[in-house]
Nanobody, 126 residues
Framework: QVQLVESGGGLVQAGGSLRLSCAAS????????VAWFRQAPGKEREFVAG????????RLEDSAKGRFTISRDNVKKTVYLQLNRLESEDTAVYYC???????????????????WGQGTQVTVSS
């Protein structure tokens, strides 16, 4: 299985941008589907964006469309989540997760993912 480490979180003003990175280690990364989830205080973890190994099936949650972009570099074993036009409602811990079966399109359910990172905090001030 892959091991995942997120980075790039921080404090940003509303309307600002951040780029999150999910660095993977392990031989099977190139065949995995990787997704970003987030969990805000007092709320359940929710799907934000996902991308399969072939890069042909990017998927974004509705509130992320037009603001967030997911991309992937299989050589660097890294998946990126570009966050633009951030809103206070985007404040959460962001996690990346890997589905070793490589489902396409990326599943929405967190139970479909079998490796998780520790998370990175994103705080948007209004």
């Amino acid at each position: 299985q892959v091991q995942l480490v997120e980075s790039g979180g921080g404090l940003v003003q509303a309307g600002g941008s951040l780029r999150l990175s999910c660095a993977a280690s392990g031989r099977t990364f190139s065949s995995t589907t990787v997704a970003w989830f987030r969990q805000a205080p007092g709320k359940e973890r929710e799907f934000v964006a996902g991308i399969d190994w072939s890069l042909n099936w990017p998927r974004l949650e509705d509130s992320a469309k037009g603001r967030f972009t997911i991309s992937r570099d299989n050589v660097k074993k890294t998946v990126y989540l570009q966050l633009n036009r951030l809103e206070s409602e985007d404040t959460a811990v962001y996690y990346c997760a890997a589905d070793h079966s490589g489902q396409k399109p990326p599943p929405l359910e967190q139970g479909e993912y079998d490796s998780w990172g520790q998370g990175t905090q994103v705080t948007v001030s209004s």
